[in-house]
């Protein structure tokens, strides 16, 4: 089951990312890398981990992106070919700030 869940995860990271850069025009979007993707066991939620290159970005992307959350949600529909399309969740990857710190730890 658990691999059935990552080959959808997969999908779904692969098919938003593609979505969100060739039809969400929104020029308050920065750039936008989807780390990863995490889907419920009955395949209705996925949350959608989001980072950005520039910080000062993070809050209007954010924001762009829940706005989208529909659009997006509805084009994925179009690309996948499950019974039910799982409700989207961005949330901020905060795994860069970990690594900055075990790098700063590191070279001390």
Do not use: C
Not at 5 to 19: P, T
Not at 48 to 70: C, M, Q, T
Request: no cysteine; aromatic share 8%; glycine share 2%.
């Amino acid at each position: 089951m658990a691999n059935k869940q990552e080959r959808i995860a997969s999908i779904i990271r692969k098919n938003i990312a593609e979505i969100i850069q060739f039809q969400v025009k929104d020029p308050h979007l920065g750039f936008v890398s989807i780390p990863e993707v995490r889907v419920s066991k009955d395949f209705s939620y996925a949350t959608v981990y989001v980072s950005f290159i520039i910080e000062k970005d993070i809050a209007p992307s954010l924001e762009v992106l829940n706005k989208a959350k529909g659009y997006i949600r509805s084009e994925l529909a179009k690309k996948l070919d499950t019974r039910r399309v799982p409700e989207i969740r961005f949330v901020l990857d905060e795994g860069y700030k970990k690594e900055e710190r075990i790098e700063e730890l590191l070279k001390k």
